[in-house]
């Protein structure tokens, strides 16, 4: 498994490096996630704050379009709305999002894209519960180029694979993401 994502990691970035230097960037990417899973009404999920952070590149493919790979660890889950943080369902995946950005105007896009997941880490032993190792989604979403360096998004992530086994459990993360680029 790591070595397919290492493999797809090296991959990309050989593709960055091998198009045009001159619209080409790289940046750091960080923000926070509200995130459920969609599905069985049985199980009774809530929302639950989270985190997402890592890096991205960004090429210019014209006026209005651009590519955006990403590389992003991310914690998400549900939570129950019990009693917090200790009953909720915590999930930790390695994402590799790859965005289609549209300029509409000025400094505002639209942006969509496919999303491959790595599940690295959750706590679902505490629950008797098994795991999907990977997930696959699409995202939608907006961004705001402030500058030079700053970029803001709002992207919904709809995955399409259980993230628990046997369970009607999709992921559907609400990500609000702030990007610095070099």
Known sequence: MKKIIVSVIFLSFIFIYKGNAQDLSFGAKAGLNVSSLGGSTSVGYGSKPGFHAGVVGEIGMSDAFLLQPEVLL???????????????????????????????????????????????????????????????????????????????????NAGFINAIEDVTSKNRVLQVSAIYFF
């Open 74 to 156: 991310s914690l998400q889950g549900s939570g129950n709305g019990i009693t917090g943080f200790s009953n909720d369902i915590n999930l930790f995946y390695l994402h590799i999002p790859v965005a289609l950005k549209y300029n509409v105007w000025d400094e505002l896009h639209i942006e969509a894209g496919p999303q491959l997941s790595a599940l690295l880490g959750n706590n679902l032993d505490d629950f008797e519960l098994g795991s999907n190792k990977i997930d696959f989604g699409l995202f939608v979403g907006a961004g705001y180029r402030l500058n030079d360096n700053f970029y803001f998004q709002l992207r919904y």
